[in-house]
C-alpha cells in the first residue's frame, strides 16, 4: 500500500512538474475553451431568460471537448525514451500509475473550470437561482467522471495510428449518462425549477463503478501489446 501511495505521488508531482513547465495541455484547453466562448455568444442572446436553460450544457460540452486536449497528452509524453516501457517492467503497481495519470488529469481540468467559469458568468449574465453548493459536487463528481475514463481510453488507444481520433469515437459514447446528468443537475440548479439531487447521486454511482472497472482493466491495457 505505501508503495502505491508513493509511486502514485512521485508521477502526480513529475507530471504537474512537467505541466507547469510547459503549459502545453492548459494553454490549448483555455483556448479551445474561450473559443467556444466568443463563438456563443454571438450566437444567441446571453441575456435572454432563455438561455439559462441553454448554458449549463454549453458549458460542459465546452469543458468535455477541451479536456480531451489534455487526455491526448495524457500517455503521449511517456512515449518518449521509453519510459512507458520501463514502467512495464518495473515493479510498480500499475493501478499506481493509473491514479497518478487521472489525479493529474482532474487538476488540470479543475484549473481549466476555475479560470474559465468566471468568464462564463459574466458573458452570459448567470445568476444561480438554485442552491448554489450543490455546484461544487456536480462539478467534482462530473470532472471526475469525464477524467477517469478519459485516462483508461487514453491508455487503450495509445498505441493505435490515429490516436486522436480514437479517444473521442470510444470516451463520448460511455460518457453520456454522466453528461447527461451533469447538464440536468446544472441547468436545475441555475433554473431552480428542479432538484439536482437525482443527478448528483447518479454522477457518484457513475464515478464509482467506472472508477473500479477502470482500475481492475488497467493492469491489462498497461501490458497489452
Same mark, same amino acid.
Given at each position: 500500500?505505501?508503495?502505491?501511495?508513493?509511486?502514485?505521488?512521485?508521477?502526480? =508531482?513529475?507530471?504537474?512538474?512537467?505541466?507547469?513547465?510547459?503549459?502545453?495541455?492548459?494553454?490549448?484547453?483555455?483556448?479551445?475553451?474561450?473559443?467556444?466562448?466568443?463563438?456563443?455568444?454571438?450566437?444567441?442572446?446571453?441575456?435572454? %431568460? %432563455?438561455?439559462?436553460?441553454?448554458?449549463?450544457?454549453?458549458?460542459?460540452?465546452?469543458?468535455?471537448?477541451?479536456?480531451?486536449?489534455?487526455?491526448?497528452?495524457?500517455?503521449?509524453?511517456?512515449?518518449?525514451?521509453? !519510459?512507458?516501457?520501463?514502467?512495464? =517492467?518495473?515493479?510498480?503497481?500499475?493501478?499506481?500509475? &493509473?491514479?497518478?495519470?487521472? !489525479?493529474?488529469?482532474?487538476?488540470?481540468?479543475?484549473?481549466?473550470?476555475?479560470?474559465? @467559469?468566471?468568464? &462564463?458568468?459574466? &458573458?452570459?449574465?448567470?445568476?444561480?437561482?438554485?442552491?448554489?453548493?450543490?455546484?461544487?459536487?456536480?462539478?467534482?463528481?462530473?470532472?471526475?467522471?469525464l477524467v477517469v475514463n478519459g @485516462? &483508461?481510453?487514453?491508455?487503450?488507444?495509445?498505441?493505435?495510428?490515429?490516436?486522436?481520433?480514437?479517444?473521442?469515437?470510444?470516451?463520448?459514447?460511455?460518457? +453520456?449518462?454522466?453528461?447527461?446528468?451533469?447538464?440536468?443537475a446544472t441547468t436545475s440548479i441555475?433554473?431552480?425549477?428542479?432538484?439536482?439531487?437525482?443527478?448528483?447521486?447518479?454522477?457518484?454511482?457513475?464515478? !464509482?463503478?467506472? @472508477?473500479?472497472?477502470?482500475?481492475?482493466?488497467? %493492469?491489462? +491495457?498497461?501490458?497489452? %501489446?
Open positions: 500500500m505505501n508503495s502505491l501511495w508513493a509511486v502514485m505521488a512521485a508521477t502526480l =508531482v513529475k507530471d504537474i512538474r512537467l505541466e507547469w513547465r510547459s503549459k502545453d495541455a492548459l494553454n490549448s484547453m483555455l483556448f479551445f475553451s474561450l473559443l467556444v466562448v466568443v463563438i456563443f455568444v454571438f450566437s444567441f442572446d446571453p441575456l435572454a %431568460e %432563455e438561455s439559462r436553460h441553454i448554458v449549463g450544457g454549453l458549458v460542459w460540452v465546452a469543458f468535455l471537448f477541451a479536456a480531451v486536449v489534455a487526455l491526448n497528452q495524457t500517455w503521449a509524453r511517456e512515449l518518449r525514451n521509453q !519510459v512507458l516501457d520501463a514502467y512495464r =517492467v518495473s515493479p510498480a503497481p500499475a493501478n499506481a500509475l &493509473f491514479l497518478a495519470k487521472a !489525479v493529474g488529469n482532474f487538476i488540470f481540468v479543475s484549473v481549466l473550470e476555475a479560470l474559465m @467559469t468566471p468568464l &462564463f458568468v459574466i &458573458f452570459y449574465n448567470l445568476r444561480v437561482l438554485g442552491p448554489a453548493w450543490q455546484l461544487i459536487p456536480v462539478a467534482v463528481f462530473g470532472t471526475w467522471a @485516462t &483508461f481510453f487514453a491508455a487503450m488507444s495509445l498505441r493505435t495510428r490515429n490516436r486522436e481520433l480514437m479517444l473521442p469515437l470510444l470516451l463520448f459514447p460511455i460518457s +453520456i449518462p454522466a453528461v447527461i446528468a451533469m447538464v440536468a441555475l433554473t431552480g425549477e428542479d432538484s439536482a439531487h437525482f443527478y448528483i447521486v447518479l454522477l457518484l454511482t457513475y464515478d !464509482v463503478v467506472f @472508477t473500479t472497472a477502470c482500475l481492475a482493466l488497467f %493492469e491489462k +491495457i498497461l501490458h497489452a %501489446e
